[in-house]
C-alpha cells in the first residue's frame, strides 16, 4: 500500500543506511515474495555495494537472501535503468524510509501533522499518571501524554527516532519523557508497572502476543490505549480488539477519514 508520504524520486539509496536491524530483516526476508520487489532489490543492492555490505553486517541472518537477490541481478545496467529499481525499492518502503527523516515524518505523515492532543487525553485521566507508549515514533502520543502525566516512557525500536525523541526533549526542556528501546512482542519492562500503556499504528500484526504483553506490564484498573492519529482512510471497527473487550470511540477526522480509538480497563 502507498501513502505518498515522499517522493521517492528524491531520496538517496543511502538511506537505507540508516536503517536498524530489524526492518533490514524485514525488507530482506518478508517481502521477499513481492512481485517485482525481490528483483529491484537485487539490482539496487548489487550496484549499491556499500548498501549491501551494511546490510549484511548489521543482519547477519538476511545474509542468504541477500546473496541470492544481488547474484540474480543483470550485470552491466546503465544508470538510469540501476536508479529505476532504487526509486522502485525506496517508493515500496516509504514507511521505514520515513523513519530516517523524522522531521520528514511529521511535516508529511497526515496522522501526525493533523494530530490534536485532546484526542488522547479525553480517553483517559493522565494526571500524575506513569505510562508507557509502545512505538512511539517521533513522539506524538507521548509528548501529549507529557503534558499531565507525571512520566512517560516512550518504547521505539528505530534509533533515529530514538534520537529525534532525545533532541526534542532536550530542546524544549521536557523533564518527564524518557526513550527507551523495545518492541511491543517483548516489552522491556517487569508485569504490573504502567497506569496507561498506549501505541498508535503498531497493534494489528498479532493481536494475542501484542495484548499480552500490554496487559502484562499495566497496573490492575490501569489502561491500555489504542489511538491511531488523523488520517483520510475510510476504516472500519477493529472487530479483533473490540472482541478482546474494547471499547471504541469513533469521530471523522479533518480529512474525511473514518478513525476508532480504543480502551481497555484492565482487570487483573
Ligand atoms: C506508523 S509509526 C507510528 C508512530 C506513533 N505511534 C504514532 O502513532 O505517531 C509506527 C511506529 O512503530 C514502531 N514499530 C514498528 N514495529 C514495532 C514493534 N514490533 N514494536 C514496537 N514498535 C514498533 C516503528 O518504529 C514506528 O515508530
Known amino acids: 500500500m502507498s501513502y505518498n508520504w515522499i517522493d521517492a524520486d528524491k531520496f538517496s539509496f543511502n538511506s ?20 517485482d520487489f525481490c528483483d529491484n532489490l537485487g539490482i539496487a543492492l548489487a550496484y549499491n555495494p556499500s548498501v549491501s555490505w551494511y546490510f549484511a553486517h548489521k543482519s547477519p541472518e538476511s545474509k542468504p537472501s541477500l546473496e541470492q537477490m544481488i547474484a540474480a541481478a543483470p550485470r552491466n545496467l546503465a544508470p538510469h535503468d540501476v536508479r529505476m529499481a532504487e526509486v522502485f525499492v525506496i517508493h515500496a518502503m516509504e514507511t521505514f524510509v ?32 506513569i505510562v508507557l507508549d509502545v512505538g512511539s515514533g517521533t513522539g506524538r502520543l507521548a509528548f501529549a501524554a507529557a503534558e499531565k502525566a507525571k512520566r512517560v516512557y516512550a518504547s521505539e525500536p528505530t534509533d ?30 517487569e508485569a504490573n508497572t504502567f497506569d496507561i500503556v498506549m501505541s498508535g499504528h503498531v497493534v494489528g500484526d498479532n493481536y494475542d502476543l501484542e495484548l499480552a504483553e500490554l496487559s502484562r ?44 480509538r480504543y480502551r481497555k480497563q484492565v482487570r487483573k
Not at 16 to 35: K, S
Open 16 to 35: 537505507f543506511l540508516l536503517m536498524d536491524r530489524w526492518i533490514i530483516r524485514m525488507i530482506c526476508n518478508e517481502y521477499a515474495g513481492w512481485g
Open 98 to 129: 520515513v523513519y530516517a527523516y523524522p522531521e520528514m515524518m511529521n511535516q508529511n505523515c497526515d496522522y501526525i501533522y493533523d494530530w490534536d492532543n485532546r484526542l488522547l487525553l479525553e480517553l483517559a485521566d493522565f494526571t500524575d499518571k
Open 160 to 189: 533515529m527516532l530514538r534520537e529525534y525523541m532525545r533532541d526534542r526533549i532536550k530542546r524544549e526542556n521536557i523533564h518527564n519523557v524518557v526513550v527507551v528501546d523495545g518492541m511491543i512482542e517483548q516489552i522491556p519492562y
Open 217 to 260: 506490564v499495566v497496573k490492575n484498573g490501569g489502561y491500555i490505549i489504542d489511538c491511531i492519529g488523523e488520517d483520510n482512510r475510510k476504516r472500519k471497527p477493529d472487530d479483533e480488539l473490540i472482541k478482546r473487550g474494547f471499547e471504541s470511540f469513533y469521530h471523522v477526522s479533518k480529512s474525511g477519514g473514518d478513525i476508532y
